[in-house]
């Protein structure tokens, strides 16, 4: 039986907005240049994500080392750029009053998780937050999976885990929890149907 549904973020419960990428390459102030400068900020975030760097540090070396005239808290708003899936949320929501234990998992740097936690209002929809900075462990690293069962007290069999990333979802079921791949064009509706046939929820027949 099912006792909790871990919930990825980017791609199941929340998007970049629109204005993120765009964003981002004004960064270079060459357009030729980029995605270079995009890859190395990506690169830089990676240590971050498991809480061995920190982000405002790794990021202000990047833009340093590329001589960009954006300073780094104005960079870092870049990262903030979020908008939330308020349908599949209330899913969630309903999930949670009915006694089923929600969490998300997802990889994040400190500084975009305490923004979700907080602004986004994380902490207080979830019963759980589990970011990759907090585990040290990020996906698709088993380990990462195995801290979460850890800190749940719960055997892989009662936990469902749902990503939009195949490898994730292989990872995750390699270690005994049960995971579905999140097809992004499903939404709100799409969420049901799958919570449905692990008898999660019940949806009313259309008239």
Same mark, same amino acid.
């Given at each position: 039986?099912?006792?909790?549904?871990?919930?990825?973020?980017?791609?199941?419960? =929340?998007?970049?907005?629109?204005?993120?990428?765009?964003?981002?390459?004004?960064?270079?102030?060459?357009?030729?240049?980029?995605e270079e400068l995009l890859a190395d900020i990506f690169a830089a975030e990676k240590p971050c994500l498991t809480g061995v760097q920190d982000f405002e540090t790794a990021l202000a070396e990047v833009l340093l080392r590329w001589n960009?005239?954006?300073?780094?808290?104005?960079?870092l708003q870049i990262w903030t750029m979020i908008e939330r899936d308020d349908q599949i949320l209330n899913v969630i929501s309903r999930l949670r009053a009915d006694g089923i234990h929600v969490a998300l998992a997802t990889n994040q740097q400190a500084h975009r998780a305490d923004f979700m936690s907080?602004?986004?209002?994380?902490s207080k929809l979830f019963d759980d937050l589990f970011y990759s900075c907090e585990l040290g462990q990020a996906k698709p690293d088993p380990e990462y999976f195995l801290a979460i069962l850890d800190r749940l007290g719960l055997a892989g069999e009662n936990?469902?885990?749902?990503?939009?990333?195949?490898?994730?979802?292989?990872?995750?079921l390699s270690v005994g929890l049960r995971a579905r791949v999140f097809?992004?064009?499903?939404?709100?509706?799409?969420?049901?149907?799958?919570? =449905?046939?692990?008898?999660?929820?019940?949806?009313?027949?259309?008239?």
């Open positions: 039986m099912i006792s909790a549904v871990l919930f990825d973020a980017d791609g199941v419960i =929340q998007e970049p907005s629109a204005a993120w990428r765009p964003a981002l390459l004004a960064l270079a102030g060459d357009g030729a240049r980029a960009c005239a954006t300073n780094v808290a104005e960079a907080k602004e986004l209002g994380y936990v469902l885990f749902i990503d939009d990333h195949e490898s994730n979802v292989r990872a995750a097809k992004k064009n499903c939404r709100a509706e799409g969420l049901l149907g799958l919570l =449905q046939e692990y008898d999660l929820v019940t949806i009313a027949p259309k008239n």
